[in-house]
């Protein structure tokens, strides 16, 4: 999420990771953190309107701005890793330290919002300790193989050779936080969030191929790195990455469309529980790994192309990620749960993203104001300081 040093931060990575966060705040905001209460309208239009933003909205972003940031998870170690070999250090230690620091903003994280990310990328992360030095090609087939999602794949032929076979696998579920997420009690709230809606996030991530997913971005991440497919410090280096993310473009923008219409044929045909729900985490993770490297390609190519003068605005804010997912979900339990100003009761989709809208410019213009004054954002400063504890690392 932050690079240790300034002069290995690219632009485009940070503009990118900026446009992922705005995607999850938006999202996070018509879904109600969560808390899926929603008032009834008695307006066919607005209705219409609110059916259609949450189409479009999950249509962009659901499945794919998370996976842009696993990606760049992978790159950040990269770089980290990089500017720790430069100094002649091995940053395996230091690594592992951050991951457990990051444990720990995932756990604060989730007293407020029972669906965070950051928990389930402090365990999966240290998928890059065992294979940081292997090969490029022994990461790129470790990559894919994770992509395939094996052990949906296993369960697919359960489900073929026993017909019967349909086991329970959601064990916790969010819809039992939902009380507390409507009661008025802060206390209540947080005891079932750390708890009950931690397990059942943790849980929804195993089920629906979340697990595989991400280790298998924070893998190819680090391939990408290695590679130089994000490199634009020169026009050598750029004419190459240009290259590599036009040939993505024109490889992951068909298969997108194809998964998307294959997807729907082949759940049409699959009636048997447990191969269907399988079948629909495989080809949902292909779909949206497609449609998410058509959106970063198109992004990096356009702000290449136009020096970055559209896309630069969002640099502070994705430099600051750590800080702004964690205060989207402080201010968003607020805003939206029973404790607070419960606006699940008043705030439709449209009227949601109208104020996610709202709340993601006043994290932008705090981000900008921040760094006019401040090197790295205020929980990026802290996890800087705990990393690199009893060393002296600008």
């Not at 996070?28 to 899926?36: A, D, G, Q, V």
């Not at 696998?169 to 809606?197: A, C, H, R």
């Not at 994290?363 to 990393?387: D, I, M, S, V």
Request: aromatic share 18%; with cysteine; glycine share 8%.
């Amino acid at each position: 999420m932050e690079n240790i040093q300034k002069k290995e931060r690219i632009l485009a990575i940070d503009a990118l990771r900026g446009f992922a966060v705005m995607g999850i705040i938006l999202l996070h905001n018509i879904e109600h953190f969560n808390f899926y209460s929603f008032p009834e309208t008695s307006s066919p239009t607005l209705a219409n309107l609110d059916q259609t933003l949450w189409d479009m909205l999950f249509f962009l972003f659901s499945g794919k701005a998370y996976a842009i940031f696993a990606l760049l998870f992978g790159f950040t170690f990269y770089l980290q890793s990089r500017s720790a070999a430069k100094r002649g250090e091995d940053f395996k230690g230091r690594y592992m330290w951050r991951l457990v620091l990051l444990l720990g903003f995932g756990f604060v994280n989730s007293l407020f919002f029972p669906g965070e990310i950051l928990v389930l990328y402090a365990i999966l992360g240290f998928i890059l300790v065992p294979v940081r030095h292997w090969k490029n090609r022994s990461l790129l087939i470790l990559s894919v193989i994770l992509m395939l999602q094996p052990v949906e794949w296993i369960k697919v032929v359960c489900g073929w050779l026993s017909p019967d076979y349909a086991p329970r696998q959601i064990i916790f579920s969010l819809g039992d936080v939902y009380p507390q997420l409507g009661g008025d009690s802060w206390w209540e709230m947080v005891k079932m969030n750390f708890t009950i809606g931690q397990l059942a996030s943790l849980n929804w991530a195993w089920c629906y191929g979340r697990v595989f997913q991400t280790c298998a971005l924070f893998v190819l991440g680090l391939w990408m790195g290695r590679m130089g497919y994000f490199d634009s410090s020169s026009e050598t280096a750029l004419g190459r990455s240009r290259n590599f993310w036009t040939y993505v473009l024109c490889f992951s923008l068909p298969l997108a469309v194809v998964f998307y219409f294959v997807k729907t044929f082949v759940f049409s045909l699959v009636s048997q529980p447990l191969m269907l729900d399988s079948l629909k985490t495989i080809l949902n993770s292909w779909y949206n790994f497609c449609f998410m490297l058509t959106m970063v390609s198109v992004f990096l190519l356009l702000f290449w192309m136009g020096k970055g003068k559209i896309q630069k605005i969002l640099v502070p804010y994705g430099r600051m990620s750590l800080t702004d997912y964690i205060m989207q979900s402080v201010i968003g339990s607020f805003l939206y749960f029973g404790y607070g100003l419960a606006l699940h009761q008043y705030c439709g989709t449209t009227v949601s993203l109208c104020v996610g809208i709202v709340f993601f410019l006043l994290q932008l213009a705090f981000a900008h104001w921040w760094f006019r004054h401040f090197k790295r954002g205020p929980l990026e400063t802290l996890w800087h300081k705990l990393t690199w504890l009893g060393k002296t690392v600008s």
